[in-house]
């Protein structure tokens, strides 16, 4: 049991490349707290490290760990040479489960995610840090919820101890204030918690910003800048996406005029994304947004949505991914996935994978995540986003995928590539396991399994080749199997039920992709 009133050497880390890849220790031997350093490295700063000694410390420095502020969530931190010089290792978060009975299988799928994830890598944890993050509800108080999660953080330190890696401190986060299940020492963790610092002014966040690094806000936040609208501007834009159904639909399923309507909508992605870059800068992301509908028009958002349907035209459009193009390009595409509103959220799979590849193509590895993940949950067969996620969570090397795109747009520029006739994904080069398992985990020492959507788990199967090609199950009807150029039906734009209103343009991304 850790006695927090104790502490012993201090544990160096490593992994400095970055602050999003921090690294530290936490936990000493038997009977010692220990303390850790945290080492932040920014670009164009030296690196700056923070010894955590306390509960307190290891609290406060979750949200540094993981980029946002975790809500109703269950996290996992990997402890390695812990003989030695120590350092945070892999993250992996799952949401807790509404059902106090689906509780054992969660913790069961986060311990071994992360722990069998670092194996994979070839570095092991050998201790672990626990937390459980939940705000009271109606009536609660934060000693409620950490008496009624103890049972939870139980769990995760039974699967972490069946694996052989022990917990050597097990945090809850409600309220403003933080509880220790492992410390019984009254005078260090009280019963009725401890306050923890106000956000940004502790040693750790003076760390954080030195190096140039800002914690987000939540997850929530971070997922509601690509979710679909619900305000009455949305039935403007299904309405927009009817008529631009209407119209585009018949010529992407004619094999002749199905270039001309790739060229048409790229040729206006451009120009909107010109647009982004020439309006003048926005403080706040939630006025940037609305700044940025405010530059989309319903039929531009509509002809973008049902053309990037389409796996070429959305391929080609990936190559918007680095330089001065890549941000208004990533404003673009969170814009117009919220345009993907009522019957058409499915066909957000496309412009929410474009805003993971691009935040992951400049190093944004969080908000890559949870828009894959969102993408996955529109579409869970939509093989780019697949591949792209499994690739951004195995620490694979982003710059493979850009070589690729760089490589066909070049192409097509001097004209040496038919337009159209691509027979890859442009991801397929990328994710392969390295030979190496420690390359993976010096690219990304992380295993993380963030967000409550099944499509991202912490205990994911070992990774099949990503350039493989699956067959989907289930195909719905206007499919006409691997190699079709295109489905055998046109939605006419009717309205009709969702569950009747099946994306006619995205099948001939999605039956292509399939080969």
Request: charged letters at 25%; one cysteine or more; aromatic letters at 4%.
């Amino acid at each position: 049991m850790t006695n927090h009133s104790e502490t012993a050497g201090p544990f160096e880390s490593g992994e400095n490349r970055d602050f999003s890849g921090v690294g530290s220790g936490a936990g000493g031997g038997a009977g010692s707290a220990g303390s850790a350093e945290a080492a932040f490295g920014g670009r164009d700063v030296h690196d700056a490290q923070v010894t955590l000694r306390t509960p307190a410390e290891l609290a406060d420095a979750l949200p540094y760990l993981l980029g946002y502020r975790p809500e109703d969530s269950m996290v996992l931190v990997a402890l390695h040479d812990t003989g030695g010089p120590g350092r945070f290792g892999g993250r992996a978060r799952l949401g807790i489960p509404a059902s106090e009975d689906d509780w054992g299988a969660a913790a069961r799928q986060l311990a071994r995610g992360l722990v069998l994830g670092s194996e994979r890598r070839g570095a092991r944890a050998e201790r672990m840090v626990a937390y459980v993050c939940q705000e009271p509800r109606a009536g609660e108080s934060g000693q409620d919820v950490m008496r009624r999660l103890g049972p939870l953080a139980q769990l995760l330190r039974t699967e972490c101890g069946s694996l052989d890696v022990p917990v050597v401190e097990a945090l809850c986060v409600s309220d403003g204030r933080f509880w220790s299940y492992v410390c019984p020492v009254d005078a260090c963790c009280p019963a009725e918690g401890t306050v923890m610092g106000l956000p940004g002014t502790s040693v750790l966040a003076a760390a954080a910003t030195y190096a140039g690094f800002q914690v987000r806000g939540t997850l929530r936040e971070l997922r509601a800048r690509m979710l679909p609208w619900e305000t009455s501007a949305a039935l403007e834009q299904e309405i927009a996406l009817d008529a631009a159904g209407l119209s585009l639909v018949p010529r992407i399923l004619e094999e002749a005029s199905r270039e001309e309507v790739a060229e048409e909508t790229l040729d206006l992605a451009e120009r909107i994304i010109r647009r982004f870059a020439e309006a003048p800068p926005v403080s706040g992301t939630h006025p940037a947004d609305l700044r940025d509908d405010t530059l989309l028009a319903h039929d531009e958002a509509a002809a973008l949505i049902l053309g990037l349907q389409d796996r070429t035209t959305r391929d080609r459009a990936a190559a918007w991914m680095e330089g001065d193009e890549a941000g208004p390009a990533l404003r673009l595409w969170r814009a117009v996935a919220r345009r993907c509103v009522g019957p058409y959220r499915e066909h957000a799979a496309a412009p929410l994978t474009l805003v993971g590849w691009v935040a992951w193509s400049t190093g944004d590895e969080l908000e890559a995540r949870e828009a894959l993940a969102m993408a996955l949950g529109a579409d869970p067969d939509y093989l780019f986003a697949r591949l792209l996620h499994q690739a951004c969570n195995e620490g694979i090397d982003p710059e493979a995928v850009r070589r690729c795109l760089r490589v066909e747009r070049a192409n097509r520029l001097r004209g040496t590539v038919p337009q159209g006739t691509a027979d890859t994904e442009p991801g397929a080069a990328a994710p392969p396991a390295p030979a190496d398992p420690a390359s993976a985990s010096s690219s990304r020492p992380a295993d993380q399994a963030h967000g409550d959507d099944p499509a991202e788990g912490a205990a994911a199967a070992p990774p099949t080749a990503p350039n493989s090609r699956r067959r989907r199950r289930g195909r719905p009807s206007g499919h006409t199997g691997p190699g079709s150029t295109g489905p055998t039906r046109a939605d006419t734009g009717r309205r009709r039920p969702p569950h009747q209103r099946r994306d006619a343009t995205r099948t001939c991304a999605t039956d292509r992709e399939d080969k």
